[in-house]
């Protein structure tokens, strides 16, 4: 059996070494974003849209609907303790009530966290 040539093992081993170009393209970056978003909007339940339409615009712009869990519990984050102050009183002065009648799914309580 003949062995190869010293030049043709080095060339095998340039094969090797070559690192694949890199991929440039956008398209898995897309798709991550996009899982990502389809994530958050499921965690949500359905109730970012309902929270953004019966909120009061002063107090929406300073919450976002976190997540809503099976229990019945809407978790909602509040950028400072200003707005969780406002927030509480405006659910405790019937914003939790008008979040229970449009709700799409059974709702307990809302969970407000810094």
Do not use: C, N
Request: aromatic share 6%; hydrophobic share 40%; no cysteine.
């Amino acid at each position: 059996m003949r062995r190869p040539s010293a030049r043709t093992q080095i060339e095998q081993l340039r094969k090797f070494r070559v690192r694949p170009p890199r991929d440039a393209s956008i398209g898995a970056d897309v798709s991550a974003l996009h899982a990502q978003f389809a994530r958050q909007q499921k965690r949500g339940g359905g109730f970012e849209a309902l929270w953004a339409e019966i909120v009061p615009p002063e107090i929406a712009a300073s919450t976002r609907v976190d997540r809503y869990t099976r229990t019945g519990v809407l978790v909602v984050r509040v950028q400072d303790s200003a707005a969780r102050f406002q927030t509480t009183q405006w659910l405790a002065g019937g914003g939790l009530e008008a979040l229970r009648a449009k709700a799409p799914a059974t709702l307990k309580l809302v969970q407000l966290k810094l």
